[in-house]
Nanobody, 129 residues
Framework: QVQLVESGGGLVQAGGSLRLSCTAS????????MGWFRQAPKKEREFVTF????????VYADSVKGRFTISRDSAKNTVYLQMNSLKPEDTAVYYC??????????????????????WGQGTQVTVSS
């Protein structure tokens, strides 16, 4: 069992930055591919980014490419999401998720919510215009 706890959300003006953190319990953090998803009001949860358990592969949604960066620190059991040049349309609850199977980094699968085994409670990000 893995517990994920997100932090770092808040209110920021358009063009600003935030860094989200997601800390995992347990000693198996290195076995998980980690993803970030977001859900805006009245919308489905959507993929933002993932980083493979090896840390050598990252994938981003087109909407955040070049603005967001995912990274992981195995010593701290933590995955980060650095968000720059934020836009009002980035407003959402952001969730981190852990996937044990990795699926060889297969993007069509890891960009969906179904493969992920564990989810955090979410952290609100609000970007004002």
């Amino acid at each position: 069992q893995v517990q994920l706890v997100e932090s770092g959300g808040g209110l920021v003006q358009a063009g600003g930055s935030l860094r989200l953190s997601c800390t995992a319990s347990g000693r198996t953090f290195n076995k998980y591919t980690m993803g970030w998803f977001r859900q805006a009001p009245k919308k489905e949860r959507e993929f933002v980014t993932f980083i493979r358990r090896s840390g050598d592969t990252t994938v981003y949604a087109d909407s955040v490419k070049g603005r967001f960066t995912i990274s992981r620190d195995s010593a701290k059991n933590t995955v980060y999401l650095q968000m720059n040049s934020l836009k009002p349309e980035d407003t959402a609850v952001y969730y981190c998720a852990a996937d044990l199977d990795d699926y060889g980094g297969y993007r069509p699968l890891l960009t969906r919510t179904e493969p992920y085994d564990y989810w955090g409670q979410g952290t609100q990000v609000t970007v004002s215009s």
